[in-house]
């Protein structure tokens, strides 16, 4: 079975660029695995963040962005904030109406 | 305003089942699947299945099928997950969530089912 990967954990510091990725233990990410993101912070429920690869849900700040880079999925924070520091995990599409979360990236902003 | 209301909290003895449920308000209940999602407490999201209100078709992650039944009430616009067979594995957040098309626009709030003898 395909997993999803992310990197565990990262590290960015305040007013830092940083690059989150998804990739597929066995092939590549496309747009036709439908990425999309979420935030989710300890205790909260997830939110849409970024979905159909690159279009940012309705109020998110414009310093997410979604991507394709290489072989996987890409979010991409510019200019990091304190309150970023979340867990991130992106979903894809496998086909045959099957999704799949990534593990989550534990982002710690400092 | 789009709500997804669930239920409260279990607490369930393990072999046991559970059924938990979504209500949805402020949106046409049979025009959006909604999908369901675990999350182990300290752990991350993990994709069950989903539902169509409409036609009640369902699709369940391979790891769930046999223990999974997701099933709807339209006239209450509510929605249903019950898991059975539980083992203290299964103790997590259970979410609904509202399948926009390619993601999930709106969330319950999650419900906690803790597996404890």
């Known amino acids: 079975q395909t997993v999803v990967t992310q990197e565990p954990s990262f590290s960015v510091s305040p007013g830092g660029t940083v690059t989150l990725t998804c990739g597929l233990s066995s092939g590549s990410v496309s747009t036709s695995n439908y990425p999309s993101w979420y935030q989710q912070t300890p205790g909260q429920t997830p939110r849409a963040l970024i979905y159909n690869t690159n279009t940012r849900s309705s109020g998110v700040p414009d310093r997410f962005s979604g991507s394709i880079l290489g072989n996987k999925a890409a979010l991409t924070i510019t200019g990091a904030q304190a309150d970023d520091e979340s867990d991130y995990y992106c979903?894809?599409?496998?086909?045959?109406?099957?999704?799949?979360f990534g593990g989550g990236t534990k982002l710690t902003v400092l | 305003q789009v709500q997804l209301v669930q239920s409260g909290a279990e607490v369930k003895q393990p072999g046991a089942s559970v059924k938990v449920s979504c209500k949805a308000s402020?949106?046409?209940?049979?025009?959006?699947?909604l999908h369901w999602v675990r999350q182990v407490p300290g752990q991350g999201l993990e994709w069950m299945g989903w539902?169509?209100?409409?036609?009640?078709?369902?699709n369940y992650a391979q790891k769930f099928r046999g223990r999974v039944t997701m099933t709807r009430d339209r006239s209450i616009n509510t929605a249903y997950m019950e898991l059975t067979s539980l083992t203290s594995d299964d103790t997590a957040v259970f979410y609904c969530?509202?399948?926009?098309?390619?993601?999930?626009?709106?969330w319950g709030q999650g419900a906690l089912v803790t597996v404890s003898s």
């Open positions: 402020g949106y046409t209940f049979t025009g959006y699947h």
């Open positions: 969530a509202r399948d926009a098309g390619t993601s999930y626009d709106f």
């Open positions: 539902i169509h209100p409409n036609s009640g078709d369902t």
């Open positions: 979903l894809l599409y496998m086909g045959s109406g099957n999704w799949v």
